[in-house]
């Protein structure tokens, strides 16, 4: 596609569900990204990949967090026995190699576990 | 210490003023530099990207490094309503970038 698509634009969510983010990087893309940014903060590093493997996953909080990309195009974020704590923006970026020329991010999923 | 630091502002300008946004660093070992501006409920748009010290300018837009220093700015001049946005800068060595917390600018007409 054109740009890197997010869906949902917004997801409600109980504490204690599970929730899946989807990221659909721009078509040739090889390298993409996980960020999460909190209000007034710039976006955190959660996970990379390269092609289908999770290059760096360093930036993972804890274990409830999970990401695949199976045929290294499409990404989903997981979220198991989400917290309040969980609530945030989810940003997808997607670059050629290694992203040394820079990002181009989607639009987000902002979530809110209530 | 945080990786990068960068005023939150807000910053508020008239229209047509000079604007400076500047971060400092504290790892010797970023080597990319970048500015990305972020519209609300948006995602960063890349604006500017520089490797290793010196000027680069688009428009604008010019975006400094001073990496003995550990300091970088981005200027706007002649600046525009449109401007108003949050201004992040990001660097990185590899894999990750690391982002400043932003700082929020408003161009008043």
């Known amino acids: 596609g054109a740009g890197v698509s997010q869906t949902p634009s917004n997801k409600v969510t109980e504490k204690g569900k599970y929730v899946e983010l989807r990221c659909d990087p721009i078509?040739?893309?090889?390298?993409l990204y996980w960020y999460r940014q909190s209000l007034g903060q710039g976006p955190e590093f959660l996970i990379y990949f390269q092609g289908t493997g999770a290059a760096d996953d360093s930036g993972l909080p804890n274990d409830r967090f999970f990401a695949v990309r199976p045929e290294g195009s499409v990404s989903t974020l997981k979220i198991q026995r989400t917290e309040r704590g969980d609530s945030a923006v989810y940003l997808c970026a997607s670059s050629h190699g290694q992203g040394e020329g820079g990002y181009t991010f989607g639009s987000g999923t902002r979530l809110t576990v209530v | 210490q945080k990786e990068v630091e960068q005023d939150p502002g807000p910053l508020s300008v008239p229209e047509g003023a000079i604007v400076s946004l500047n971060c400092t660093y504290s790892n010797s070992a970023f080597q990319y530099f970048m500015w990305y501006r972020q519209y609300s409920r948006k995602g960063p748009e890349l604006l500017m990207y520089t490797y290793s010290s010196g000027n680069k300018e688009d428009g604008r837009f010019t975006a400094q490094v001073d990496k003995s220093s550990k300091y970088i700015s981005l200027f706007i001049r002649d600046s525009q309503p449109s401007d108003s946005a949050t201004y992040l800068c990001?660097?990185?060595?590899?894999?990750?970038?690391?982002f400043g917390t932003g700082t929020s600018l408003t161009v008043i007409p």
């Open positions: 990001a660097m990185n060595t590899g894999n990750q970038f690391y």
């Open positions: 078509s040739g893309h090889t390298a």
